[in-house]
């Protein structure tokens, strides 16, 4: 289990906000199924688990940083706010 923010026993890129920012660097302005994400991000973080990619989508979700509409994920507009008409 990876703990949010590094330490000095928890490198950066084992930390969630390390592996968040890789998750963004490989989203760039792209579009990404969940799971196509998950191999693309673990290629660059071979030892991501799935449990900890999942816990660093729900805080970059929660952040704000990405939006997830029908398993597809992309960066987050910061600001923006969608309005049905």
């Known amino acids: 289990m990876s703990q949010l923010l590094p330490d000095k026993f928890v ?5 969630l ?8 660097a490989v989203l760039k302005d792209e ?3 969940v799971a196509r994400l998950y191999v693309e991000s673990k290629r660059q973080l071979p030892h991501l688990t799935y449990d900890n990619f999942v ?6 979700y929660i952040a704000g ?7 597809v994920v992309q960066k987050g ?3 923006a706010k969608e309005t049905n008409s």
């Open 31 to 33: 579009k990404f199924s």
């Open 65 to 71: 940083s990405i939006v997830v509409d029908d398993h």
């Open 77 to 79: 507009i910061s600001g």
């Open 11 to 15: 490198p950066l890129r084992q930390s």
């Open 55 to 60: 816990l660093t989508m729900d805080w970059l």
């Open 17 to 24: 906000l390390g592996q968040g920012a890789v998750v963004l």
